[in-house]
């Protein structure tokens, strides 16, 4: 069969097993999240064989050590998969919920209620537990799903999804509502992008580049999962202690992912006390500074910052640091060099936290917390399919509710427009 | 100035109010909503004289008389348009309001705030007043606004989109919120829809073909305002009497729009005692009816309808009609040829209303009560944008809050991610 001819059809039977799941009882949704869950642990000898051939092919093609260890599948791995299908589970079912109800004059009583989106293409990422969260959650939201995994994890995702796809069948529900392209060809991806009328969503997760061209080829709505360029910056009047805690948190906790710090702000008038405590426990963690001149006053640094600095996505233990002369410059950096994804203040002033939270615009502000806090599972909104950067539709993590939409439910006896 | 670049200025300088607007406060907008109210009433004699000039033009087009009476303003019409912008003057500011708030074991506090979508792309049809409704809620939600709309009606959308600016300067708000392009030019609709950083979301209302176009040449999110092919189910218990009153005003109270009446389904069971008194109604109402070899033994029709008569919205007096064994039936009809915008069901059996309201997927399900009540006035939403057909972000009447987008604001006391 051809690639087109491949992908259609998947999608064809995505299509019909989502008007099928549309109408799932909860309790069988529940029931296949947790026959999804013991699926993975029964099969975890074979999941492991298959990643040892996904990890052979990667080791083979040249791939670093940090890559390798994002796509190594280990018994502790998969038990966490299937503890976090069970936790999906264990999340209220979004679909049926109702938003609010009123009432008319007229005496017509109108709500709106959550129904699921429909089919939903997940184009994602090498590590293979992605593949069981982003089940679990267009499932347990009445969705069906194609996942477009990369092709590094071909034989992991691929054994991942034939096994949850078989717990939907277990649990009485529609086994095609879970369907994965288990191709490596590139044309596959151009292929699922270009099925308006049988595709309802697509969610890109990865680079930049990446979720950019996603975003120009197709016509099908898009949950951007891309870029973030994050900022701290110390206020004035910050506790110093919790500043710097907050950002090496930031910073060193995981710097591979978009909502690790990129660039600090530092007021100038806390500076001389913050930076040399900051820099000495970066230092230690093994971070590179880059700094403005006034930074380089106050520290040493590996290199001055150049402008292309307070663009650039590390993604790296790598920081750039400028001071600022007061909290509208601080704004003003942002506005102009921020990604919108995740950005926070240390302060102990509450007008300056005040116009902070109001005056960036971003899809999370925080005050007095690590940026590392933007995360489905950290909000207590369970598992995430990621954090969108779109302003449409879902901004921020994009958990179980994200995944529907809604519609009006109209209850009348009779009434007619004037 | 080149199409382009005209355009583009427009949209910068949209983008550039945009981040002021997003600040304003409620009585600034509110003010400035007055001011535009106050400004049509003064302009009147000034908006009759530019809308003769677009009604002499479109008389010598050719145009027909539903036409003209659509694009003709008359002094009731602009009271009517300045009362509108008082409504939504009216309506609480979504802007700044809290969707949710929790807080985390670790003390975290989570909360959802609604803010601006930013710069809105409206691409619209012929009738004046929909500037004003447009421009109106533009402002409300705090979002800058760039206005097209059909060339037909330019002089008086021209001349009400610079009252409506003049207005926002006189309340302090900046006046660059309400952009006009003031060309027929058909390329400015394309450059319009080539602005991705500038422009946030794209609204096109108009017909389906025209809609798809917009949709097909952007990769700004849409959302989209296009087709209704209308259902009325007719149940085999529902109020015979009911049923017809509500048959007859989804049909004939303005054939014109998205949510009138196209195809009427009516039980087999009820089919003889309901179809020969719905007929002589619509037949004094001037209605041409279309049947199926069921509808045709019971009355009489102006001809037989075809498969194709299933599939058309005929946006006329033009009635299709097909008798059906059941409620399955009904709802397999719709699903194969409804087009998602609403749905009715006339019954007084619980369970099949239940089922219908469940099992169809539409933007609104009524249940004994006329489609045409699916709009944001009718609702109780103040004035809308129009009616989304799109599943993401806004489904149904498009009104303030739908404008808006949340963002996530965290507040810590030091709290770092584990």
């Known amino acids: ?75 502790p791995r998969i038990e966490e998969m299937a503890q976090g299908l069970r936790q999906v589970a264990a999340l209220p079912d979004p679909v049926g919920t109702v938003v609010e109800t009123w009432r008319r004059p007229s005496g017509l009583e109108i709500s709106r209620v959550r129904v699921p989106l429909g089919v939903i293409g997940f184009i994602y990422e090498s590590r293979p537990n992605v593949t069981a969260d982003a089940a679990g959650l267009c499932i347990k939201s009445g969705n069906a799903v194609i996942l477009r995994g990369g092709s590094d994890a071909i034989e992991s995702n691929s054994m991942i999804a ?80 919790m500043a710097a805690a907050i950002v090496l948190n930031a910073k060193v906790q995981r710097p591979s992912v978009c909502n690790a710090l990129e660039t600090l702000l530092v007021h100038h008038d806390i500076a001389p ?42 993604l790296d233990l790598i920081l750039a640091i400028r001071v600022v002369p007061d909290l509208d410059e601080a704004i003003r950096h942002i506005q102009r060099h921020g990604s919108g994804l995740a950005e926070a203040i240390v302060t102990n002033d509450r007008a300056h936290a005040r116009r902070f939270t109001r005056e960036v615009d971003a899809a999370a502000i925080l005050v007095n917390a690590s940026t590392r806090l933007v995360d489905g599972n950290q909000f207590g909104l369970g598992a995430e399919m990621g954090v969108s950067t779109s302003r449409l539709h879902a901004r921020g993590p994009v958990g179980v509710q994200e995944l529907t939409t809604t519609k009006f439910v ?8 004037e």
């Open 410 to 417: 109209v209850q009348g006896d009779g009434q007619v427009r």
């Open 162 to 241: 034939a096994v949850m796809a078989k717990a939907l069948e277990k649990a009485g529900a529609p086994p095609d509502g879970i369907q994965f392209i288990d191709t490596t060809d590139r044309e596959a991806v151009s292929v699922l992008l270009d099925l308006p009328g049988l595709v309802d969503l697509i969610i890109p997760r990865g680079g930049e580049a990446f979720v950019r061209w996603v975003a120009d080829h197709t016509r099908v709505p898009v949950l951007k999962h891309d870029k973030g360029l994050v900022h701290v910056f110390v206020d004035a009047d910050a506790d110093v202690e």
């Open 1 to 75: 069969m051809d690639i087109r001819s491949l992908v259609e059809v998947k999608a064809r039977a995505a299509r019909s097993a989502a008007a099928a799941l549309a109408l799932c009882a909860t309790k069988t949704k529940n029931d296949a999240l947790g026959q999804m869950a013991r699926g993975l642990e029964e099969k975890t000898p074979a999941l492991l064989e298959a990643n040892r051939a996904d990890l052979e092919g990667a080791r083979a093609r040249g791939a670093t050590r940090a890559f390798l260890d994002r796509l190594t599948l280990t018994e």
């Open 273 to 314: 006390r913050f930076l040399p405590l900051a820099a000495a426990r970066l230092a230690e963690a093994g971070v590179e500074l880059r700094g403005c001149p006034e930074t380089r006053r106050l520290i040493d640094v590996a290199r001055p910052a150049t402008p292309a600095d307070w663009d650039e996505e590390y």
